[in-house]
T-cell receptor, first 111, second 108 residues
Framework: DGGITQSPKYLFRKEGQNVTLSCEQN?????MYWYRQDPGQGLRLIYY???????QKGDIAEGYSVSREKKESFPLTVTSAQKNPTAFYLC??????????FGSGTQLSVL | KNEVEQSPQNLTAQEGEFITINCSYS?????LHWLQQHPGGGIVSLFM???GKKKHGRLIATINIQEKHSSLHITASHPRDSAVYIC??????????FGQGTRLTINP
């Protein structure tokens, strides 16, 4: 079955550490997105990519980095510059502005 | 003021009741999405609509472009419908703006 796989489900970050969240899709979608969800708030866009080797900053890109070396993969790195990284992170993909498919999310916490 | 506002924020109802969740937006849009988020966190797309009405099983979504308003209705609600329902509007080709969500609890 086609879908989006996010891993890990839970992740803990130590002070000063970079961590990477994985997002893989087998839907052959061109566009992929990373969102951050905080309690009581709507999803906020971190980065998005419309095509391989190209990506754009979203509304809250500071302290995050991404890469899109393969169509299927869009990993997100939470760097030590992100001072408040505790949140639920969701990866999504779509094709030509059609319906969105979401991964099951990664809960990132700070030790 | 948020560009997308949902109401109510929380809704508790008894099994079998007719449910309505509202979404108002203040920007020009090309499409509106209704999403469902279960307690585990995963999100499922329910509808994408740009005009009129769509129906899928017990779920109905309507949109009024002139009034910048959409509603999600659930008929014959069931405890398994308990989830957070999220409205999101598409501005342009790639930009989505999300509402804060409506937490729905259906009691047996």
């Amino acid at each position: 079955d086609g879908g989006i796989t996010q891993s890990p489900k839970y992740l803990f970050r130590k002070e000063g550490q970079n961590v990477t969240l994985s997002c893989e899709q087998n839907l052959n979608h061109d566009a992929m997105y990373w969102y951050r969800q905080d309690p009581g708030q709507g999803l906020r866009l971190i980065y998005y990519s419309q095509i391989v080797n190209d990506f754009q900053k979203g509304d809250i890109a500071e302290g995050y980095s991404v890469s899109r070396e393969k169509k299927e993969s869009f990993p997100l790195t939470v760097t030590s510059a992100q001072k408040n990284p505790t949140a639920f992170y969701l990866c999504a993909s779509t094709q030509l502005g059609r319906i969105l498919f979401f991964g099951s999310g990664t809960q990132l916490s700070v030790l | 003021k948020n560009e997308v506002e949902q109401s109510p924020q929380n809704l508790t109802a008894q099994e079998g009741e007719f449910i309505t969740i509202n979404c108002s937006y203040s920007v020009g849009i090309s499409a509106l999405h209704w999403l469902q988020q279960h307690p585990g966190g995963g999100i499922v797309s329910l509808f994408m609509l740009s005009s009129g009405k769509k129906k899928h099983g017990r779920l109905i979504a309507t949109i009024n472009i002139q009034e910048k308003h959409s509603s999600l209705h659930i008929t014959a609600s069931h405890p398994r419908d308990s989830a957070v329902y999220i409205c999101a509007v598409r501005k342009g080709a790639q930009k989505l703006v999300f509402g804060q969500g409506t937490r729905l609890t259906i009691n047996p």
